[in-house]
């Protein structure tokens, strides 16, 4: 959301959107020092809360270095030295995107060092999964470090961007799945709702893409409408859409909202 106008704030509190939860994301140009994520972390933690508030919708936030500036271990490390000054901040729900982009050997290195920050001060985990072929080799290695981690429990992590061909592995582990949902890449709404079809809606939740590239904040309430379209019923969209996230992110004793009146 730092990254979108307040008209988007607009939009998704008339679409009935409950909360915004943003991870720490690439900003579209790869940031030169710690300083640059000191402010980020700010940014996050401060700043876009009063933001959200002022359109009625709480503001809730992950904290990392992305995995697209992993490469730089000296950076990674510097960012990953800061994360803790940040925990306690009462908006922040655990690490994340963590990850891997490239599937390169730096970047299973900062894998592993924000996998043990989290174990360490007991945090939720989001994982971001590499894009195009290499998303399968990406996942295998993201989920096997994660379960040779044995202090993290798979209830509490989150692995993002799931396709056709990933989503049975990361359920089969345990995790929970998430659909990022892009107008023009990852998942559509009438592929993600293909994919609960096939392997139903246990541990699955979806996402809105909102970042500085193409993309809709309007995206999950989108996709209750293509499922309401294909005569799913109003208690399974409910589940997957509101009751399937407020489950995986109520692990986290700072997520608290309260559902306001809805017409009917």
Known sequence: MVSRVTDDYVRMATAGCQAICEPAFWAGFDRSSVHGFYDYFCQLTEHEPKRAAKFGLPHFCWLCINPKESEDLKLADDVLAIIPKFLNRPNVLGIGEIGLN???RNEMKVLE??????????????VHTPHLEDKLKGTRLIVDLIK???RIKPERVIIDHVEEHTVKLVLDTGMWAGMTL??????????????VEVYGDQRIWMNSACDWGVSDPLAVPKTALEMQRRGHSAAAIDKLIYQNPLKFLSQCPKFKIQRPWQPT
């Open 148 to 150: 040779s981690d044995k």
């Open 102 to 104: 490239k599937n390169s």
């Open 113 to 126: 060092k924000h996998v043990d920050l989290a174990a360490k001060h007991d945090q939720l985990i989001l």
């Open 182 to 195: 892009y107008p023009e890449s990852k998942c559509s709404p009438a592929r993600a709702i293909d994919m």
